[in-house]
C-alpha cells in the first residue's frame, strides 16, 4: 500500500510512523508545504524548552526509512490537488494542523502594536511568513490576552535575561530587537478565573523562577481557594496551590531582596473580557485595552464568564492576544467544518470520503501538547492499518505513489525538496550557530534555504 501524508509536524510525522512501524510493506510519501519540515516542534516550541524538541530525532529516523519519502516545499491545494493524491495512493491522511489563529472580533484589533500569539511566536522561533514582524517593542507594559502556556511563553520571552535567550535558537533578528525592548512589565488577562487557567505547572513554575522578573498576583484573587480545589484533579490542584502560595506567602529574605530589586514584573489578571483596542489620539497605535470585568456561571472548566456591566481600562503599547490557533479548509474537495475549524472525521476517517484520513490539530481542534498528538495520530494510523486489513482500501490495483505526483509538479513548475536537502539545511544552521555558541542559526528565507541546496 501507498500512503500518502500531508504536513511534516508532529501528527505526519506520529502517523508515518505508526503505519511504518505496524506495516512491513506500506510506504509513506510526507508532503510539506515548507522546504523544512517538523512544523511546531522547529516554529512553534520556545527557544529555551530545547528538551521538547528531542522529538525530532525520532521523526528523523522515520524520515531515514527506506519506506518513507520527504519532499518538502509542495503545497498541497495549490501545486497539486487533493483529488490528485488520492489517485496516486492508496490512503491519504491530513495532518497539517492549525496555519492560522482565531480573531479577537473587537473594535482596534488591527491597529499597530497589536500581534496574534502565532504571529509573535513564528517571529522569534523564525518562521518564514513571520520574519518581516518587526514588533513594536518600544512601551514598557505589554498585555497579553490568553491564559494558556503559549501566553506564559510569550511572557517569559520578553521577559527572559538576554544571557539566558542568547543560548537558544531564538533567530538573530528577534534576538537584537528584544536586546532593545523596553518591555519591563507583562500582565496576562483572562476572561475566566483562577481555577480555569489553561497553563501547566512547569510553565507557571518556569515563569515564578524567572530570573529578573517577580509575579505580582492579587491576594484577593486566591482566597478561600483552596476548599475549592480540595476534590480537584490533582494536577489541577497542584498547580491552582502554587498559584495560591505565589499569591499569599510572603517571600523568604532572600527572596524579597531578589524581587525589590528586580528590573521587571508579570501578573496574571482574571475575570476580564476585551472589549476595545484603544487608540492613541493619532488613530493608528494601540496606547491601551478597554475590558469589561465578568463573573462566572457554573463552575470548574465549564463554568462560563458573563459580562457584570463594569469596565476597566489598562495602558499597555503592545497587545498580543493568544486565544487560540485555527485550522484552514485546504481544497474544495475536503469537507470541512468551519463552525469548530476540523475535518469532520471519525477516529480520523473524513466523513463520506472513503481513503482520506486526517490527524493533529485539523482532526480534533488546536488544542493539546506532543504527548496528545502522538497518541491522536497513532488513532488515526490504526484506522488506515485497519482499513487495509478489512479490505476497505482496495490494494489489489496498484498506485504509482510518487511517480505520479512527480510529472504533476514537474508540469507545473515546482521541484520538490528531499530529506537529505533538508539535511544540508541543517548542517549550515547548526554550523552558523555554532559560530554564534548558539545550537543553530535558522534561514528564515526560503529562497535562501533553496539556494543552498542548488534549487
Known amino acids: 500500500p501507498r500512503v500518502c501524508v500531508v504536513g511534516s509536524g508532529p501528527a505526519g510525522f506520529y502517523t508515518a510512523q505508526h503505519i511504518l512501524k505496524h506495516h512491513g510493506g506500506a510506504r509513506v510519501d510526507i508532503y510539506e508545504k515548507l522546504p523544512v519540515p517538523f512544523g511546531l516542534v522547529r516554529f512553534g516550541v520556545a527557544p529555551d524548552h530545547p528538551e521538547v524538541k528531542n522529538v525530532i530525532n525520532a521523526f528523523t529516523q522515520t524520515a531515514r526509512s527506506e519506506r518513507c519519502a520527504y519532499y518538502g516545499n509542495v503545497t498541497v491545494g495549490r501545486d497539486v490537488a487533493v483529488a490528485e493524491l488520492r489517485q496516486a495512493y492508496h490512503a491519504v491522511v491530513l495532518s497539517y494542523g492549525a496555519e492560522d489563529n482565531r480573531v479577537l472580533g473587537i473594535p482596534g484589533e488591527?491597529?499597530?502594536?497589536?500581534?496574534?500569539?502565532?504571529?509573535?511566536?513564528?517571529?522569534?522561533?523564525?518562521?518564514?511568513?513571520?520574519?518581516?514582524?518587526?514588533?513594536?517593542?518600544?512601551?514598557?507594559t505589554a498585555l497579553i490576552l490568553g491564559h494558556g502556556n503559549v501566553a506564559l511563553d510569550i511572557a517569559r520571552i520578553l521577559l527572559s535575561p538576554l544571557r539566558l535567550l542568547r543560548k537558544t535558537d531564538i533567530t538573530d533578528s528577534s534576538l537584537a530587537a528584544l536586546a532593545c525592548s523596553k518591555v519591563k512589565r507583562v500582565w496576562l488577562v483572562g476572561r475566566r478565573g483562577p481555577l480555569q487557567v489553561a497553563f501547566t505547572i512547569k510553565e507557571l513554575r518556569e515563569m515564578i523562577n524567572l530570573p529578573g522578573a517577580k509575579p505580582v498576583l492579587n491576594p484577593a484573587d486566591f482566597t478561600g481557594l483552596e476548599n475549592a480545589v480540595k476534590d480537584a484533579p490533582r494536577p489541577r490542584k497542584r498547580l491552582t496551590e502554587l498559584m495560591i502560595k505565589t499569591a499569599l506567602e510572603k517571600p523568604g529574605e532572600k527572596m524579597m531582596d531578589v524581587q525589590a530589586a528586580a528590573p521587571r514584573e508579570w501578573g496574571l489578571k482574571f475575570q476580564r473580557s476585551p472589549q476595545e483596542v484603544l487608540p492613541t489620539t493619532d488613530g493608528r497605535q494601540a496606547r491601551g485595552i478597554r475590558m469589561a470585568l465578568t463573573r462566572?456561571?457554573?463552575?470548574?472548566?465549564?463554568?462560563?464568564?458573563?459580562?457584570?456591566?463594569?469596565?476597566?481600562?489598562?495602558?499597555?503599547?503592545?497587545?498580543?492576544?493568544?486565544?487560540?490557533?485555527?485550522?484552514?479548509?485546504?481544497?474544495?474537495?475536503?469537507?470541512?467544518?468551519?463552525?469548530?475549524?476540523?475535518?469532520?472525521?471519525?477516529?480520523?476517517?473524513?466523513?463520506?470520503?472513503?481513503?482520506?484520513?486526517?490527524?493533529?490539530?485539523?482532526?480534533?481542534?488546536?488544542?493539546?501538547?506532543?504527548?496528545?498528538?502522538?497518541?491522536?495520530?497513532?488513532?488515526?494510523?490504526?484506522?488506515?492499518?485497519?482499513?487495509?486489513?478489512?479490505?476497505?482500501?482496495?490494494?489489489?490495483?496498484?498506485?504509482?505513489?510518487?511517480?505520479?505526483?512527480?510529472?504533476i509538479l514537474r508540469s507545473r513548475g515546482v521541484r520538490p525538496v528531499s530529506f537529505s536537502d533538508w539535511e544540508k539545511i541543517d548542517a549550515a544552521e547548526v554550523a552558523r550557530g555554532k559560530a554564534a555558541g548558539k545550537p543553530r542559526e535558522k534561514i528564515v528565507d526560503p529562497q535562501e534555504m533553496l539556494q543552498l541546496i542548488g534549487h
Open 110 to 140: 488591527n491597529l499597530s502594536g497589536v500581534y496574534s500569539a502565532r504571529a509573535f511566536v513564528g517571529w522569534y522561533n523564525g518562521l518564514p511568513e513571520n520574519r518581516d514582524l518587526k514588533p513594536d517593542l518600544s512601551c514598557e
Open 296 to 407: 462566572l456561571e457554573g463552575s470548574g472548566d465549564s463554568a462560563k464568564a458573563v459580562p457584570t456591566g463594569d469596565v476597566e481600562e489598562l495602558e499597555c503599547g503592545l497587545v498580543l492576544s493568544s486565544i487560540g490557533y485555527r485550522s484552514l479548509p485546504l481544497d474544495p474537495a475536503v469537507p470541512f467544518d468551519t463552525q469548530r475549524g476540523v475535518i469532520p472525521n471519525s477516529s480520523g476517517r473524513v466523513e463520506g470520503v472513503p481513503g482520506l484520513y486526517c490527524s493533529g490539530w485539523v482532526k480534533r481542534g488546536p488544542t493539546g501538547v506532543i504527548i496528545t498528538t502522538m497518541n491522536d495520530s497513532f488513532d488515526t494510523a490504526q484506522s488506515v492499518l485497519e482499513d487495509l486489513q478489512a479490505g476497505v482500501l482496495d490494494v489489489s490495483t496498484s498506485r504509482e505513489g510518487f511517480g505520479a505526483v512527480e510529472s
